[in-house]
Every structure is written in structure tokens, then in C-alpha cells.
């Protein structure tokens, strides 16, 4: 298990850099101290998730593992689009090398990408289905619920819970 989470740690490293990289060759005509300041940012924000995980055994505010845990958890997902859009990108600019913008694209799709995941995240489709079924069924009507991707814990809590129930 311990090898497994290395492995995974090295693996999200290992996207960040690549991540980090590109964005400085974006920014390599910016002034030093921005560069600076954006790379502080950057892998802090990019530590955000296992600084939460650190933080849950120790005497810190439950608010400050919130939010690092949402921070975190968004990067997260944004290092695994990101890598993967670049790699497209980087390979287009590799089979054309006119293809100059790639990073900005890269960035573009991904933001429009986790957008659309946090409308749908924040707004869950109810799909009712007539089923039909060839036994008797007591009281005439059966109900069923099934619901996926809750991700209950620090991202759902029980309010957003009871609002899945109610809906």
C-alpha cells in the first residue's frame, strides 16, 4: 500500500512539474519577482491536499482542512486534465510546430472542463424511469433511487445529502 501511494505521489509530482514547467516558459519574459511569486503559489497550492491530510492530526481549525481539502482536491483534477491537454497540445505543436499557443489552449479547455463539472456537481440531474416489472408488487408501485458520484466526506456533506434525499 505504502509503494502504491509513492508511486501515486510521484506520479502527481511528476505532473506538476510538467505543469509548471510549461507555465514558466509562459511567463519567462515576466519580471523575476512574479515568477518567483507565481511559483510560491503555484506548489502551494499544488501541496494544498496533503497539507490538509497533515493538518487532520493536528490541532488546526477544521475550516483550514476545508478549504485546503477543496483547493487540493480541485488541483487534483486540474493536474490530471492539464497534463493530458498538454501532452495533445505538445504533441500537435511537435507534428506541426507552427501550433505555437498550445499551453493557453491547454488551459483554456481544461478550465471550461472543470467548470462544466462544478455546475454539474452543484446542480444533479433526476432521471425518472418507468420500469416495468413482471412479478406483483405489494402496494401496487416500488420506488427506487440509485445515485453515483456523491463523493460524500469533506466535498458533500449532510446538507447537500438531505437535498439528493428530498430531490
Not at 518567483?36 to 502551494?44: E, I, K, M, N, R
Not at 481539502?69 to 490530471?80: E, M, Y
Not at 491547454?106 to 462544466?116: I, T, Y
Request: hydrophobic content about 55%; overall charge positive; aromatic content about 14%.
Amino acid at each position: 500500500m505504502r509503494l502504491f501511494f509513492l508511486g501515486l505521489m510521484a506520479a502527481y509530482l511528476g505532473g506538476n512539474i510538467y505543469i509548471f514547467i510549461r507555465a514558466l516558459q509562459q511567463i519567462s519574459g515576466a519580471p523575476m519577482v512574479m515568477r518567483v511569486l507565481f511559483g510560491a503559489l503555484y506548489w502551494v497550492v499544488a501541496m494544498a491536499l496533503f497539507a490538509s491530510f497533515a493538518l487532520r492530526e493536528m490541532s488546526v481549525p477544521a475550516s483550514i482542512g476545508r478549504v485546503l481539502f477543496a483547493i487540493g482536491s480541485t488541483w487534483l483534477v486540474f493536474t490530471l486534465y492539464m497534463v493530458i491537454a498538454l501532452i495533445v497540445t505538445d504533441l500537435a505543436h511537435w507534428l506541426w510546430p507552427s501550433f505555437k499557443c498550445g499551453f493557453w489552449i491547454a488551459l483554456a479547455v481544461v478550465g471550461v472542463v472543470l467548470a462544466c463539472g462544478y455546475w454539474n456537481y452543484r446542480h444533479p440531474r433526476v432521471v425518472k424511469l418507468a420500469l416495468e416489472v413482471d412479478r406483483p408488487i405489494e402496494g401496487g408501485t416500488m420506488r427506487i433511487v440509485a445515485a453515483s458520484d456523491i463523493h460524500l466526506g469533506e466535498g458533500t456533506g449532510r446538507k447537500a445529502l438531505r437535498r439528493y434525499v428530498e430531490m
